[in-house]
């Protein structure tokens, strides 16, 4: 179905592999019926003046757009309502698993009118620095005392609402959780999670599939919480109720993890995941961090992406990851804002470069373009028309200030991005053709968040 046609000139363009001047975009139904660069390439420009105030005349009511214009970002791992740990968990000392401890007792609070209201203002506060699509790995599905809800589906029913609320698209990514440890019965908050075993899963994943099939905005996906908390003898049925969806895994974030498989299976989670066939290029492994050389030859002739989370694998002392390794055995770098003690997907490139950096004391592991690249892959999240401005493409177009304090003099292309912008720099954001957000919207969602976390912390 036709309708009205929307036009935009951008002063500056991520398009295909390059920046480009003076890029005219046109909209129609929600995605991109032309690209057409009317100035030159800015490849290898990297001192590059901006073109402010310099763009060509454009018949039409046509919007011109000052700064770096970039397709729309993806969060590949997201859980939303740890949201509502930041500036808590970092107080004082600890460990992963103390950390544990207090996100279950945050687990425990939650009711659907909470999660929808928290989920809404993480969402809009993803807007507002540039993503697009969510992937929302989703595990709290049943109420505090385990027991279902009248609707087995409330709370990612709620998490897509939350979604179509903020303006933004989603990959729920239901997650399969059984196990408080290789075998172990779930215990505390962990009875919210699990739905007994894999088949009871993914009876109730095929109902959530049915309840949203008609929205393009939504991809239900699949998810392995972890080696500890799906049995080995469960995972094949995962992954048949997978097929065709994205499914994502947490993989090796602690070496305790690594130990205890071992111990239980007497192989690496890596194997374990391989010999089950959860790896292929549908699946992307979350933080992937504490693997040996076989683990990252496996992940990468399998295609499995690997998905890096730096923000929070450094808030929560996780570790390293060998990022480049993978890449060039064969596994995608994606990239996610998992705890959101951060959010903020400009910070989640550099550090994959500056983490690296870190361990192996020499510079210049990743181009500033793979990095940018590594945010941009809807692809991971079941959206494969999104993330490129191109003509037949989603049409999202998030875009930077370069002329701010951050940002200005550094050359206004790719490097500005992944180098020296963060979220604050970003000042409109277009979703399926819809402008979604503008700086003024801040405060707004300040208070949103402010308003719904403190609610949940009101009696601790």
């Known amino acids: 179905m036709s309708g009205p046609v929307s036009s935009y000139l951008l002063e500056r363009a991520w398009v295909e592999d390059r920046v480009v001047d003076d890029v005219l975009v046109e909209i129609e139904a929600g995605r991109f019926t032309r690209v057409e660069a009317l100035g030159g390439s800015r490849r290898g420009s ?19 757009v000052p700064g770096l214009t970039l397709p729309g970002l993806a969060n590949q791992h997201s859980h939303a309502f740890h949201r509502a740990l930041r500036g808590r968990t970092q107080r004082g000392g600890g460990t992963f698993w103390t950390w544990r401890e207090q996100m279950y007792d945050l687990a425990g609070r939650l009711d659907p009118d909470d999660h929808l209201d928290l989920a809404t203002a993480l969402y809009r506060e993803m807007v507002a620095v540039g993503i697009t699509t969510v992937g929302e790995f989703h595990y709290l599905h049943h109420a505090p005392d385990g027991r279902a809800y009248a609707e087995p589906n409330e709370t990612g029913l709620v998490l897509v609402e939350a979604a179509r609320r903020a303006g933004l698209r989603i990959a729920l990514l239901d997650t399969c959780y059984l196990s408080s440890g290789f075998g172990a019965p779930v215990e505390g908050a962990q009875v919210r999670y699990t739905d007994g075993d894999a088949d009871r ?79 292929g290029p549908a699946t992307s492994a979350v933080h992937a961090t504490h693997l040996d050389a076989a683990d990252v030859r496996a992940l990468g002739t399998s295609r499995t992406r690997a998905c890096f989370c730096p923000t929070t694998e450094r808030d929560l002392g996780d570790g390293v ?23 903020d997907l400009f910070e989640e490139m550099r550090a994959v470069e500056l ?76 979703v399926d053709g819809r402008l979604v957000h503008t700086r003024d919207r801040l405060p707004e969602i300040g208070r949103d968040l402010a308003t719904v976390i403190d609610r949940l912390w009101k009696d601790s």
């Open 46 to 64: 990297g001192a590059a003046t901006p073109s402010r105030l310099r763009f060509p005349r454009v018949p039409g009511e046509t919007a011109r």
């Open 321 to 343: 990851g060998p990022a480049r390794a993978l890449h060039e055995a064969g596994s995608a770098l994606t990239l996610g804002s998992d705890s959101h003690a951060v959010v």
């Open 355 to 430: 983490d690296e950096r870190l361990v192996s004391r020499r510079r210049g592991h990743w181009a500033g373009a793979e990095l940018l690249e590594a945010g941009l892959r809807h692809d991971a999240l079941g959206f494969a028309d999104a993330g490129a401005l191109r003509v037949g493409a989603r049409a999202d177009l998030v875009t930077l200030d370069t002329v701010g304090p951050r940002t200005a003099g550094t050359g206004a292309d790719e490097h500005t991005a992944v180098f020296a912008a963060t979220g604050a720099d970003v000042t409109q954001v277009v």
């Open 201 to 279: 899963w993914a009876q109730r994943v095929e109902a959530l599939d049915a309840a949203t099939g008609a929205d393009d905005h939504v991809v239900v996906g699949a998810a392995v919480h972890s080696v500890r908390a799906v049995p080995r003898d469960q995972l094949p049925t995962v992954v048949e109720a997978a097929r065709g969806r994205p499914l994502h895994v947490h993989l090796s974030e602690q070496v305790a993890e690594n130990d205890a498989c071992r111990a239980a299976y007497d192989a690496s989670p890596t194997q374990v995941l391989a010999e089950a066939g959860v790896l």
